[in-house]
């Protein structure tokens, strides 16, 4: 199969989601098929609305939105309102979203769209992996059918809401367990990865550079972002975590990986939610998934500055955006 990669981004925006719709929609190498949305980094209804917002603000018109699960399989819903803000997307100011929502829930529209083009449709989550397992509980045909999972979340060192777990597998670890144990192709871009795509002042001067509306929102966003990031976690500067994983479907290099098994504590006191990676087989399991190791800094801000010089119109009176 030649040409875009179709996938789906399956997310709770927040403002690293929102980094991954821009990069999504500006990546002439993947076609973005529809935006899932899940409760995670605030409440449904607000990540939903968050990501009509992106959306609207980014042009994208002809993608739908489409409203998933509301709460974890079996646990109360956490949010992280600390990094993110009680909206979810707190630091820019967002007019009345004129993007509509899909009528259609996400899990269905999740399973029809992979079941309609068998072996094409690679999935992208970026928040708790609730969607995706209610997709594979109502339709097992799923995993046989999808090209390939690549999530955001995890760690094989150490987690960002608790010592062992990170935030999308702590919010929903049962959920996790059903992703990681489906047996498709899976690749955990975590917390190892993601930590080197810093946000730092000169790649916020280069973003809010490109000069464009949704180059200047997200500008704003992440320099929310960093304040939240600074202040919770002692980080000089944000880690942009989606991104990451959109960025391995558009261009594999700039991420390096290596194939271990994973498994997903669901009952641990101390460790609920830990993704426990066995890089040297001592468990007795195959690899159940590429792990993603290494990040081509460099190579990614390129990546997403590239992108975003595409996304939007040009503000009154500049010239077109160049989109080398
Ligand atoms: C993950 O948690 C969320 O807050 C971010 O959007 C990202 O998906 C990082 O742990
Ligand atoms: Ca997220």
């Known amino acids: 199969m030649s040409g875009p990669r179709p996938i789906v981004l399956d997310c709770d925006p927040g403002h690293d989601d929102a980094l991954a719709i821009l990069l ?3 990546s002439p190498a993947v076609e973005l098929l529809a935006i899932t949305t899940v409760a995670g980094n605030q409440t449904l209804e607000k990540t939903t609305l968050n990501a009509r917002r992106v959306c609207t603000v980014a042009g994208i018109r002809d993608v739908p939105v489409a409203a998933g699960c509301a709460r974890p399989l079996r646990r109360p819903l956490t949010t992280a309102a600390q990094i993110h803000g009680a909206s979810g997307l707190d630091g820019a100011d967002f007019d009345e979203p004129t993007v509509p929502l899909s009528d259609r829930p996400a899990v269905e529209l999740l399973v029809e769209t992979v079941m309609d083009r068998p072996g094409e449709v690679t999935l992208v989550p970026t928040g708790p992996l609730t969607n995706i397992a209610m997709a594979v509980r109502r339709e097992p045909g799923i995993v046989s059918r ?3 999972v690549v999530l955001m979340g995890g ?15 702590a919010v929903d670890p049962e959920a996790a367990a059903v992703v990681f144990e489906a047996g498709w192709p899976l690749t955990m871009v ?10 730092t002042p000169a790649v916020l001067e280069r973003i809010e550079a490109v000069g464009t509306a949704p180059a200047r929102t997200m500008g704003r966003l992440l320099r929310f972002f960093g304040d939240a990031y600074r202040r919770e976690a002692g980080l000089a500067s944000p880690p942009v975590h989606d991104p990451c994983a959109v960025a391995r479907v558009i261009r594999p290099e700039l991420v390096e990986v290596v194939d271990a098994f994973v498994a997903v504590e669901t009952e641990g006191r101390w460790t609920s939610g830990m993704t426990v990676t066995d890089f040297r087989g001592t468990l007795g399991r195959p690899p159940n998934a590429q792990v993603a190791t290494r990040l081509d800094v460099a190579g990614f801000w390129d990546l997403i500055i590239e992108a975003l010089a595409r996304v939007g119109a040009p503000p009154a009176g500049r010239g077109p955006v160049a989109t080398a």
């Open 24 to 26: 999504a929609h500006g």
């Open 146 to 148: 999808v090209r390939e």
């Open 155 to 169: 760690a094989f060192t150490r987690g960002n809401v608790t010592p062992a777990a990170e935030f999308n597998i």
């Open 190 to 199: 975590g917390l190892d990865l993601t930590h080197q795509a810093l946000a």
